[in-house]
């Protein structure tokens, strides 16, 4: 991926569908980490199906749940 060792937002190309997205990555002395779910406001509401986890919610900018 060829990150460096600054958090923050990221573009990555998945494996499943050869799409461009946005992550949100936390780097840290231990090495670096995806962000999958990130909650801090309650601004989104995560009380969902499902199937409403199979896709992504929310924005990388703010909470999100994140599928790749």
């Known amino acids: 991926m060829g990150l460096g060792n600054t958090s923050g937002i990221y573009?990555?190309?998945t494996w499943s569908?050869?799409?461009?997205t946005?992550?949100?990555?936390?780097?840290?002395a231990l090495g670096g980490w995806t962000v999958f779910q990130y909650r801090f406001n309650g601004s989104v509401d995560?009380?969902?199906?499902f199937a409403s986890?199979?896709?992504?919610?929310?924005?990388?900018?703010?909470?999100?749940?994140?599928?790749?």
Do not use: A, K, Q
């Open 22 to 28: 946005e992550v949100l990555c936390e780097m840290n």
């Open 53 to 68: 986890y199979e896709h992504r919610f929310g924005s990388v900018h703010g909470e999100f749940w994140m599928d790749i």
């Open 11 to 13: 573009n990555i190309t």
């Open 17 to 20: 569908s050869n799409t461009t």
């Open 46 to 49: 995560f009380y969902r199906n």
